[in-house]
């Protein structure tokens, strides 16, 4: 079977409008901004208006997605929207964007793989095209992450954001586009974070609530130890996979968790800060919608040209990971 090169012709973020500043924080925990600048990297995040919900943020990023692959929402063949915050449990979030957008002709689910989301739903999208079954797939990363963080814990609350980031992906050129995926799973460390109540084990009841459940767990230390050692697994394996050598990568965008991870994944690939694109600062922690925000503010900012060797790479709860390595 011929199989078409398949990479991102279209990219768009949203971010809300609201900013929860390092300095909020200190009134709502016992933290300051220091401890959470030198252990995280981060700022500020945003925080979604109490009317927006997952597909709200995710129209906002699609929108833009589709303008700037030069498409309409009618070209749109499938929607994948990778989200650990759906609106709801069901219709999917990918259903509910499909609505908005008047996207008739798409089909639409949802994916779940945490933080690693994304990257997950750009290998499934992009093996249907090439394998010639779909045109144009809508990918998004989509997040509420205020709605399910304990803004009384302070080992959570400091990390997690709102926003959104989509990418339309197409055929492209010869010798452009994907050149490798990485995915990787350990359901053995399911319960180092993850969100308990709500779901068939524990519905939700009164005790639920009352006992948190419906919020984030995480046991920080396990997960960046995790993180630490996946990060540059998951990317060196995808560049072996590619045939790229590692000195000829042009842009880095990582999962936006925490700088110390990524300065770990830099020094693992010995390369400079300037080659990785680094906005945790401004947005903190999004999950799925981390990357795809990165990557089209990269876009933005001009950093990402013609022929440039760019390396995605996330981790998340699961747990999972993913890499991908292409050729814009
Ligand atoms: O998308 C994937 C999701 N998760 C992640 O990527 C998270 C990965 N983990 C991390 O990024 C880090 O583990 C954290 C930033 C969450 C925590 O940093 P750490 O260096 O691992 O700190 P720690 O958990 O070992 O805590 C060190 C100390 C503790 O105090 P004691 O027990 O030593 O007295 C914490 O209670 O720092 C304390 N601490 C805080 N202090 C001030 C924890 N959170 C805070 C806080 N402000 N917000």
Redesign the pocket.
């Known amino acids: 079977m011929q199989l078409h090169p398949v990479g991102i012709i279209g990219t768009g973020k949203y971010v809300p409008e609201r900013i929860l500043t390092n300095k909020d ?1 200190e009134q709502m ?4 901004d220091e ?2 600048v030198t ?2 990297g981060m700022r500020e995040r945003r925080i979604a208006a109490p009317e927006q919900a997952t597909s709200d943020l995710a129209y906002q990023a699609s929108l833009k997605a589709i303008e700037a692959a030069g498409l309409t929402a009618e070209d749109i063949d499938l929607i994948i929207v990778a989200t650990i915050t759906p609106d709801m449990f069901f219709p999917s979030t990918a259903c509910l964007l499909q609505d908005k957008l008047g996207a008739r002709k798409a089909a639409a689910f949802d994916l779940s793989a ?2 690693s989301g994304f990257i997950y739903g750009l290998a499934t999208a992009s093996s249907m095209i090439a394998n010639g079954m779909y045109k144009h797939v809508l990918v998004v990363g989509a997040e509420c992450l205020s709605r399910i963080t304990d803004y009384t814990d ?6 997690f954001g709102d926003g959104a980031g989509a990418v339309v992906l197409g055929q492209v050129p010869e010798g452009r586009g994907f050149r490798s995926f990485e995915l990787g799973a350990d359901g053995s460390g399911g319960e180092l ?1 993850r969100v308990c109540g709500g779901g068939s084990r524990m519905p939700s009841s009164a005790d639920t609530i009352a006992d948190k459940q419906h919020f984030i767990y ?1 046991a ?2 396990e ?2 130890k995790f ?1 630490v050692r996946i990060m540059g697994n998951a990317a060196e394996e995808a560049l072996r996979k590619a045939g790229i050598d590692k000195k000829d990568i042009d842009l880095l965008v990582p ?1 936006q ?2 700088i ?2 990524i300065q770990s994944a830099l020094n693992r690939l010995d390369l400079p800060q300037e080659k990785c694109m680094i906005n945790l600062d401004k947005y903190g ?1 999004v ?1 799925a919608a ?1 990357i795809p925000i990165a990557l089209a503010e990269a876009v933005e900012q001009n950093r990402v040209n013609e022929g440039d060797r760019i390396v995605l790479v996330g ?3 699961g747990l999972t990971w993913g890499a991908s390595v292409l050729v814009w």
Not at 29 to 32: D, R, S
């Open positions: 924080l925990v016992e933290t300051n401890w959470i252990r995280t945490a933080c302070r080992n959570t609350c400091i990390l974070l995480m920080g230390n997960v960046y993180a999962h968790a925490n110390r991870i922690n999950s981390s981790f998340g709860g």
